[in-house]
Each structure stands twice: as C-alpha cells, then as structure tokens.
C-alpha cells in the first residue's frame, strides 16, 4: 500500500497528494489477537465465571432450579442488539465528527496561507512565514492539549522563544496563539500592507479555526452519558446469566465455548463503541492528530516554498498517532 | 483525572487549555446507587405490585387464567427495545444538540473577544473590556435563565449597577444584553474607532450568539412530544403484565427477581431517556452551563490580560453543575 | 410551572427571559383520555369486530379454519414495531425541523431589529420602528398563513391601513411584506442613512426570514408519502387479524382485552406519527405558531422600548395554540 | 381542501398564500387500487406460482421435503423489516433531500428579486423584469431538464427569441442561463446603476441557485447502490420460498391468501422505496417541478406587479405534476 | 435511456443538460453474476466446508454433539441483520457524502467562471480562460490522485508545462494549484482588473474547492473503525456454525442449499457495505470522479463558448470510471 521507505520521496509523487495514507485508527487488518483480548479480559473472566457456576450449581440443585426458556435470552439478546447498534451508531458518528473537525482544521490551515498569500501585498513573505509556522504551531499544539500532553513541547522550531514564553502565561495555548494571529494581522492592515475587506475574510477563517478548536474540546470533554452506557452494559452482563441458565443440560465442553462465542461479539462490540466514543485518549483508536498535523506542516511548508520538507508519520505496528 | 487543586496552577498548565475536564453530565463512572432507585422507584413498586399478584392470582384462578405462550411477551419486549432506541436516539440528539449549542457559545465568545482586539483601533481597551466583560455576564445569564433561575444574580462584578437596572427593565434579559452589545460596536464605529466592513463582521458574531440563545430556549421550552412518549411508557407496563403471566408457573422466588432484573433495564432507559431530553432543569444531568461559562470567563479574561482569574468549578460529588 | 397570573408580572420575571414556557404542542401530562378515543376510535370498532368474528366464526368452523402458530404475528409484530419506529422517527424530524424554522424566525426576527438599531443612522427611530412592528405582523400572518386562516386577520395594529390595502393585491401576504421591508431598507440606503455594506448584512437576514418562510411552506404542502404511509396502516390491519386466529383457542373475555391491549399501542403511535408529521394543521399537536409570535411581539417591543406589552399567550386546557 | 375553481381568486386569498396547495406526490388519500397493482404485478405472479407450487410439489413429494421450521421464515422476515426500513429510510431521505433542494429554488428565487428591486438603483424596472422572467425560465427549464424533457419547451413567453437560439448552442440550458444572469449584472454595475457590494450578494444568490440546480443533477445522476438493493429485493424472494414450504400443511386455499397477504406489504413497501428514491423521473411520485415552478412565476410576478397572473396547477386524478 | 450515439450531438440536447447520465456506479441493473461471485467467493467456500463438515460429522458422532435449538441462529441471524443494517447505513452514507463532495465542486467549478465572467474587466478573456482551464486539470488531478493514480497524467492541454513543470515540486499537485489560482487572482487586482470585493467572494470560492478536496481526502484517508467491521464480518461466521448444527438432521442436499441461500444475503450485503465505504478505489462501485471531470470539462468549455467540446464519458460494460 505505498508505504514510502523514507528517502525516497520521488517516486511517492503520484500518490502522496493525499494528506496520509489509510492513518487514521487501526490500520486496515492485522489487529493482533493481544489487543482483542487485553480490551475484553474482565468480560471474557465474567463469563467463565457465570457459566461455569451456572453449570454445577444446576447439576446439584436441579430442582430447585427453574427452567428457564430459551425465548428469554433471546429476545434479550434481539434488544442488546438492537440497543448496542444505536449505541455504535452514536459512537461512530463522535469519532467520525472528530474526524471530520480535523479535516476542517486541514482545510482552514491551507486556505489561510492561500489567502495570505493572496491578500497580502508583495513584501511582506517573513510576516506570513511567521503566521504560517504559527498556524503550524497551532496544529500540533492542539493535539497535544487535545490528548493531556504539554501543549507547548516540540514547537520551538515554529515560534519564536519570546512568544513562547508569552503562551506561558496563558491556560489555553492554542487559543492565546489564534490571538496572536488576530493581532499579527491587525498590525499588517494598520501597516496598509492588507485591506480592510481581506482581513474581515481573513478573520473567518480565524474564526472558523476557533471554531474547529472549540469543536474538538467539547468531544474531549463531554462524558458520553453515563446512565445510558452502563445500563447498556448492565444487560450484556443480564444476558449472559439467562443463556447460562437455559444451556444448564448441555455437557459443559459444550455450554462454555457457545457461550463465549455467543457473548463475546457483544462485549467486543460493546469495547469497540467505548473507544470510538472518546478519541482523543492517546490510544491507538485515537484521530491520529500527530500524522494530520505533520501532513499540514508539509502542506504549508511547500506553499511557503521552503526547503527542509519533513516526512510524513510512518505508522506504527497496527496503528498510527 | 487531572484534578485541579485550587491554588496550583502551574502544575496544571498543560492540560488546563482543554474548556473543562470531563465535566458535562453525571462523571465517567461511580453512580450512587440512590441516584438510579430514586430515578425508577415507582416502576420498581409497580414490578413488585404486578408481580406477587399476577402470581398469588395465578395459583387460585389456575383455570381461568388463560396461558400466556412466551412468544407474547418476547415480541413486546422486542418492539420495546426498538421503539426505545429511537426514544433513547432522539433524546440523545436533543441532550448533544444542548451541548453543541453551548459549545458554539464558546466559540463565538471567544472570537468575538479575538475580532474586537483585531478591529478595534488601539486606545479603547477599556471600552474592549467592557463587551467583553458584558459577555461574561451574558454567559451567566442565559445558563439561570434557561434554567429557571434569576438571570441577574452574581453577574454584578461584570456589569455597572445602571446597566443592571436597565437589564431589569427588560422580560429577556441576555436578549436585552446582545441590544447593548450593538449599540457599544454602534458608538464605536460612530467616533470613528471600528471600519463599517468590521462592524458588519462583529454584528455576524452577535447574530451567532443571538441564534445559539434561541436555540437553547427551543430547546428548553419544546416539550417531548407527550403522546409518543406516554404511549412508549405504556407499552413498558403491559409488557410486566405479559410476561408475569407467562411466568406464573415458575417458583415466586424466582420470579420476582427475574421479573425485576428484566424490566428494570428498560425502566432506567427509558428514565436515562427523560432526563437527556431536558438538559436545562437543574438536574444531575444538565449541560454543566454554569462550569462552560466559568471556562468562557477564564478566558476572555486571560485574553484581556487580566490578573484575577478564576479557578475552574470543581465537579461535585458525581457531577458537574 | 411558574404558570403567569396575568398581571403579576414583576415575580415573573427570572423565568421569563424564555421564549415562551413548555409550550409547543400538548403540555406536559394530563392528555384528556377522550383526546386519545377520539384519534384511535376508528381503529378501536376495527379491532372489536375482528376479535369477536375470529372468535365466534373459529367456535363454529373449528376444523376448517387453519392454526395460526403465535409465530407469525409474532414477527409480523416485530416487523411493525420497526417500521413504525422508522415512521415516528421521519414524523419526528418534520415536527422537530418545523419548530426550528419558527426558532430560527424568533431568531432572525431578534437579530433584524439589534441590526437596524445598530446600522441605521440616530434620528430613524420612526422608520425603525416601522420596519419592527411589520416584522411582528409578517409572524402573525406567516403563522394563520400556514394554518389556512386569514393571513392578514388581526395585524392591523402592526400595519397602516395603506400598506394592509396594497398587501390584499398579493396572493403570497407574508412574502410581500419581505418585499416591502426591502423597500424601506432601499430608501433608507438612498437618504444616506445606512451604509451600502450595513444594506447587504441586512439583506441577508431578509434572505434568511425568506428562507424560513419557504421551509414552512414547505412542510405544510409537501405530503408525507402516501403508499408508504398506507401501507404500515395496512400491515397493522394485518398484525390484528392473524392475531386473532392465533388466540382462537383462549376465551373470549381474556381474548378480547388482550387483542385489543397489544393492538392499541400501535394504532395510538401511529396515530401521533401522523399529527407530528403534519404540524400546522390547527391542531393540539401543532407548531405553536401564535404563542411563539406573541413572544416575538414582547421581545420587539421591549427592544424598542415600547410601554403597552402584551401577556405572553396562556396554555388551553392541555395545549397551546 | 380548497381546491381553487379556477376564476374565483378572491375567495382563494386567504389561503393561497402557500406555495401550492397539498401537492407534492401522489395526494392525501385514494391512491386507485389499479396503480398499487400496476406497482406489483411481477411480484404478485411470482407469488402465486411459488405458493401453488410448493403446495402441490409437497402434496405428492411428502417424505422428501424438508419441515421448514417456522422460525427460518420468521427470522428472515424480521431481518427483512430492518434492512427495509434502512432502505425506505434513505429513500425518503433522497426524496426529501429533493423537495428541499426544489424549496431551496422557490427561495432563492424570491429572494433573486427582492434584492434586485433592493440593490438596483430606480429607473431600471425592465432590466430586472428581464432578469426575472429569465429566472421564472429557469426554474421551468431545469424541470424539464430533470424530467429528460425538452428543457426549452415552453419558455418563449419569459425569454426573447435571440436568447433563446444563442441558449441553443449550450449542452446545459439552465446553467447558461444563470452565466447571463451574471453577464446582466455585470452591465449594471458597469452602468454604476448597482454598487460592487450589491453586486457580491447578487452573485452569492447565484451561487446558491447553482448549487441548487448541481444538487438536483445528482440526485438524478446517481443511481441508488445496485448490488444493496437487489440484495435486498432477492431477499424477499427467498422469504417467499421459505414461507410457503413453512405452510406447506395447510389448506391451499388459507396458505395461497396468507401467503399473499403476508408478503405483498414488503413488496408493496419495496416498491414505494424504489419510486422515492428517484425523483425525477416523471411519474407520479415526483417532485412537482411543474407545479413549484408555476408557484414561482405566480410570486415573482406579482412582486413586478405583473396584471396577467397564471392560475396555481390543478391537481390531477390523484397526483401532480 | 438516451445513450448518446457519439457524433450525434443535436439529437442529444433536450435531455444532456444533466451531468452526467445514470452513471454513478454500478449502472442500473445488469451486474454480471461472475462480479457477485467474485466478491464472497471466500465466503462461498466457507459455507461449503462448515456445512459439509458439519453434516458429516453430526452423522457419526450423533450423540456426542449438542441440540443446537434454531433460537440460537435466529436470534443471532436477527441481531445481524440490525447491526449490519447500521453498517449498511453508515457505509451508505460515506458513500453518499463522497458523491456530494464531487457535486459540490461541479457546482463551485461552474460557480467560480461565472463569477470570473461577472468580476472581471473585460478584456482579460485570456487570463479567466488560463484559471478556467487550470480548475478543469484540478478536477481531473484530483480525481486520479483520490485513486492513487499519477495526479499530473492527461492534464498538459489545460496547463502550460512551465506550470507543469513547477507543479511537480509539489506534493499535493491539487493544492498547489488552487494556490496558482490565488496568484493569479491577486494578479488581476493588483492590475485594477478586480475589485477587492470580488476578489474576495471569489477567494470564498477557492476556499470552497480546497474545502471539497480536503473533505474528499479525509474520506479516502479514514479507515472505517477496523475493530468493528471484523466483530461484524466475525458473527456471520459464527451464525452460519450455529445455523448448520441446528439443521443437522436435515438431509445433505437440503441443508447445504439452504444455508447457502440464507447465509450468501447476509455475505453479499456486508460485501456491498465495504465497497461502499471506500468510493476512491478505482473499482467498479467508486465515485466516477473520472466522468464527473469530463462533465466540468464540457460545461466550462461551453461557457467560455470554446468550439472543441468533447463528448460525455461512455459507460463500460456495467459500470462508469
């Protein structure tokens, strides 16, 4: 899948337009069976546990025992399904939104240096170099803080030490660095370097950064609701108990193998919403925000027609950051 | 989690930028007990209630009961369960509609801040910080507002007592603020301190902020619709009756607490439904709108280079107001 | 529900600032039981008659009339519930997308007038103010417009009695009202007292009351499908008689209670499918389009500091119009 | 349903404020019976020898056909319900997306003339009237269009006949259509009869009747996923089978109607997603471009005080156009 | 359905308005059995082998192997279909997100000549042709680069090889020349040959176009969630066990058919999700991005009222590039 050996960037030209290659997640197999079971290891002991004991208690007590129908775990398990779907469905479209305010943040990183480049009266190169390694800047920093990292570390080759030391000062780092923007570009129409007119267009795409930013920190930061996850939870754990009881006279090589083949897609299912409802965890599930914003570096770095062009991300053994 | 201990905020600087930590809604996990009995004690009653008699009934009348074959009760359970996960869907888009709109609030607070800094010509700061000020205020504001509480309370140390008696004048009080906010960009660009193209670019913001009040007072004072809603509840209660009577030969010990572990699921479903469907009643539940408006207030407030900021609210024992 | 005493204004007050209170269609509880009969009674004779003819023809024609095995209205049952879930969703989203477009007309109908308070040059307050109360009439007659009332019944303290003659002229009254306030707009612009740019913001707020005009318009003539709805009303038809064959066999007394509790959950939420997709019908279930135009008229009129300001509209028994 | 006999405009004011009157698709009820069969009639033949032939294949071949539990069918039919009302769900989606697409038009089309009689300065009446008859032409032409019909025909009353042959030589009519629409704005503006700005939101319309018209080229352009629906439709198939062998012990003349009954709503179902998932395709079931564009003219001319006013389309039997 | 006869363009025009015709896809009904086939031949082969295994094996250790009761494979075949009608959606709608990200750079393609034609002085028919025949090679390079394909291939007729050659520094070919566009157009101003206005609304455009490729790139880049997609692909293998036990005492050559013909559906559609889910893959399902360019082509030659039109792309056996 054109995988680029690094060095040998020529010959990647006629696909590498694209901003990274199949990154995002997991990548497209080779899930290895480790991180499968680590994500389910309490299910899996749960349900050794329950159908194990639902098997030998039903052997001693088998009167005492009632019978329980088939009928029941399977409608049970007819409403998990159809629960656990909708609960997918609101899990993917997070993730997919994350991703989705990670292309507008693509996007709006281009068309700022377009509209600079455009609006900007000839001359003035090192400013607009200086907001667009800022805006590169901001990408990773964003992330970083996205995920609970240091929101200023490995930027230093984008800002200079005296800015820097001003975002100090501030909570939040990528929004003191969207003001600082606003303020680099109010003092180039002061200078008559920029009209009035192109820097109200210039502040909507500032706006729209702002807007991307606030986007992806109310996903960071809004708890999926906790009722409705752990009831959905608590009636995997329900079914489980049901099919175990109306297995009960089914040899136990049998009953415990069909019931973890049975159970265990739930719980998988179940672990897999769980990770794509919070994708900014630092997991290899996350939006891979380092490989997004290295791409915008290389973006911004061509259209500023620099030189030292860094490579894109390589993934890493399944998944890419 | 990152729990900020108020007095030390160096140490929390690199993740602090996010708005706020894991704060909407009930915390991530640890749900009283209490919380869930209170939310569902009448239904937990009528089990109760339906059950023994369905039961004691069934052992004097074992003739004229007719036998309820299982498939009944299965199929109502099935059609719940779907008809509940489109409730469940629907209240989710309504709760994460909530969340989105003050999000937006976020946003466009913020830049509203970011674009007075960058159109206002230099020498107004005071004038700067008294809209923005005023947008703290209004944060404040709509958040009681929507929940039914004095839209005017503690906001005083953002707004000067004339301007509050004023407010007073009016039944919509945030409304009457965003009036405010256009008549101070009017003055503005009146002396000559604001481009008409920016004041044009200021009113969209203020248009923004306008429509994100409106949406959250749709929001706060659309009811559910209540037939849907009450025929769902319906439903939910004659499928106890159903399955009691399918169940009526099985041993009472056994059958109440199966009957109750099978409905109480669909019960707190439905009452996790109901509580999402409101975000503004001063619940557990809530959009945490008083801890967004403390963040927004952090920051304009960082943004003006003021010194006095703030700590972030604190989460409550398992939630967020 | 802090229910206002008219008159009592001044304790009103913290509350207030919403839009109008948990208003839109029936109110929270209490649904007259005779409102449910009446939607269903139709369906309620169906289900009568075909329970008794199944029961008494199967008594006499024991041999020839086939067994029903519980399994197919079983599944029939299951495939309703999921068809009817998809129907109450679509129906849903009608009802749900009308009272946004009347929130974005509250929403437009605030921001026109911040807008022409902030744009149009001190000394205009009468034109103001005459742009503002047609903008309070253009709401009354949108909404009688899209029941079918008379669009221009009532407005005439909104509107000279000139204009109201000119308007008669038209076929589509609300639409011409737009036009006219473009006029006005136009001439302000032509006396210098609006800047051309402040013109073409205001231009786009006109666009949008246009757009949302055109959304409601086209909910209320648009018919939600009519074989698709037919045909989910035919399958229910359906549901009820193989039911009933399949109960031949249990006594009528159980049968018929039992026929008639399963089947009418269905028909009642088909029955509020069908008035949620249809929401400016004159009906209970409607848009409250003149209560949210009432509250429009409160916020305009306080925004332009006019003293005489009506009550905000009081619930019926258990709706509001 | 005030139905407007045609002559008799007064009466009709009051209501005929709407777009047009319950138009869209096939009207509220008495679908003919003959078009549902018209619908079905493969379907139906398909059915019928696959009922008589498993019957009377079963009579004489007892021992070795297989007993079909009934479950197999059940299931099918369930797992049918679900992937259909999926598929119904994005048809109507499709064919929602179109109506709003058309209701887009009906806006942006008035909207095209208020600002025109706002921007343009006085003494220009007969170039917008130009212009506006252009976009009635429009609106017509892109119908036809949709529909694969002459998308020229019957436009020479809005259009003078040299436009019409220079519309000639241009593959997509009505896209050459909004390029004059921009080449007579540029005149105006050339002649100083409209500002730049004015100029700029003029072209912002254009725009969006330009995507507008893309939209609804997509829509008709793109058929619906093959492999999905044919899946779906051999589905159904195979459920007939699997139900009829199900019933293979029943009396021919119960399993034959059953069998109908049970299967002609999915089909009914399947086909009335088929007809709403394109529609443009000049069956009853589309969207009434006709009756939408003739709506527009009806505005548009009434807002140029226009004398000669057309009368609303009339519905047909039971649809319209 | 109007296959355009190439040379026999007069004829053509009533209906060649449209973009392109029935073309998106898979063309309307045909699909070649061997593409089926193809497709789940691997799925083919495993339901063979765990019949016949299955079958074989029952038959010699009859005692030893459990009575799976057909609740199980119902069930499981019921929760299925639920989540792979979610699949199915989400696919779906990727897939239809990736068609309206190609209409919308049709539209704003054809928007953006408008616009020039509107904007522009007249005398630089020469330089709006250069933008006009660079946005024509954009559509196509971006289409081959989404593919993987050489993005510069078959584009030197639209762009001068001074251009070309520069391009070729580039990573991203598509971005650097909507970079090349925004030179040019500040070109034009800087000459007085724009107005800063309409410079401006048209940056708006560009911004637009980046916006669609960066949407486009996002979607090819994103790996559906892998976890998700193998759970589900996992429980079809798992049911097709589960059913082939519980059909054990059903002769051979009944059985296998019959779980052929269950299973192959289930196989088929989850087949035709995934090819939905990547429309970018140069495969017969794709997004004909290809005809698509060819459509922009013809309608911006015809605009710049160019002579050499070429004809509309001919759809292959069953399908369209």
Redesign the interface.
Known sequence: M?RTPSGV?VRQ?????????????????R?PLSY?IINIKFALVYVLIVSFSAHFFSKEHQE?L??M??????????????????K???S?ER?WEA??IW??I??DS??L???L???VSSGNEEQIKKIAFRQIAWCYSLGR??R????LDNIDAFISADELNEL?????????M??VH??D??NLKERNQL???????L?????RL??A???A??I????F????R???H??IY?FVITLSLSFKD??WY??VP?LI??SV?FF??E???K??QDPFENRP?DTPVTAIARNIE??IK??LKETA?PQPMQPETFHLS
């Open positions: 054109n960037t030209d006629c696909t590498s337009s694209l901003e990274n290659k199949k990154s995002v997640m997991l990548l497209n197999k899930i499968l005492s009632p019978d129908p088939l009928a029941i775990p399977a409608f049970i398990g007819t409403a998990i399904s159809v629960l656990l779907s909708f997918i469905s609101q993917y993730w991703r989705k292309g507008s693509v996007n281009r068309s240096i377009i509209q480049q455009s609006f803080s996205l609970g990292l240091g929101p100090k000062q501030h909570t939040n780092k990528p929004l003191a969207l003001n606003g303020n570009i109010k009209d009035v007119f192109a820097q109200v267009q502040d909507s795409t500032i706006v702002c807007e930013q606030g986007k920190e109310r960071k930061n809004t708890v609701p906790a009722t409705y752990s009831f959905l608590a009636i329900l089914i040899a049998f009953e069909l083949f049975i897609p998988l299912l672990s897999s919403a990770d794509m599930t290389i973006n061509q259209m062009i």
